[in-house]
């Protein structure tokens, strides 16, 4: 006569038949795994609680912090700022001479970023415009990185207005990045935001680089700035 047995049962019989080898052991419960992994993410969450805090964010936590724990989050962002400043060669908008221009941007990017704005050599070109109060911004927050300007019209002889502005990234000696016009990005509603991204995207910036701050898309001032800014019809891409 043969006796089923459910495996699955925690019976005595079934821990001697285990401890024999007659039926596999009982699955392990899951859940003191999940417990244990939801507690670990919550104790790493908690720790990283003041990533993404300045200086004056920090002082204004000192009556909720401990005050050791906050003082070595305060010495790890001036040890940052220290950097910073010691890489912050540029903090400008350079000005480019077509003569130039193998020393100030091809030889240069050997030791930095350097990013190139072809502008239209007009005005009324509204992404040409945006991009230089950008580019302004830009070199301003990111010393490190050396950002030039010069007309399209005065780097290529006969380059089009259509094509501007027009984004050269170069490092190393080689373009690692060419946009023509902003259409790869937001258009006329291109923001900084979106520049930060693409230098985060060829390593120009790193994501815990203390000088990108949170910003939420949807603020009220970002749609009154949409609303304001004018369409224009997309250019065509090809280098004539």
Known sequence: MQVEVNPNEDTEWNDILRKHGVIPEKPQDPEPLIQEA?????????????????????????????????????????????????????????????????????????????????????????ESELLTELWRQLATKYGDIKFCQIRGNMCIEGYPDRNTPTILVYKDGEIR??????????????????????????????????????????SDDDRAAKKQQPEVEDYDEDWD
């Open 177 to 218: 990045r060419q946009l023509v016009t902003l259409r790869e990005l937001k258009g006329p509603k291109t923001k900084i935001e979106d520049l930060e991204r693409m230098l985060l995207d060829l390593g120009a910036l790193k994501e815990s680089d203390i000088r990108l701050k949170k910003r939420s898309d949807d």
């Open 38 to 126: 939801l507690v670990e993410a919550e104790r790493k969450a908690y720790e990283n609680r003041l990533e993404d805090k300045d200086l004056d964010e920090l002082d204004e936590l000192e009556d909720e912090e401990d005050e050791a724990f906050l003082e070595q989050y305060r010495q790890k962002r001036l040890a940052e700022l220290s950097t910073i400043q010691q890489s912050s060669l540029f903090n400008q908008v350079y000005p480019l001479q077509k003569v130039d221009y193998g020393r100030e941007v091809t030889e240069a990017s050997n030791n930095a970023f350097v990013l190139v704005h072809l502008s239209a050599s007009s005005g009324g070109n509204v």
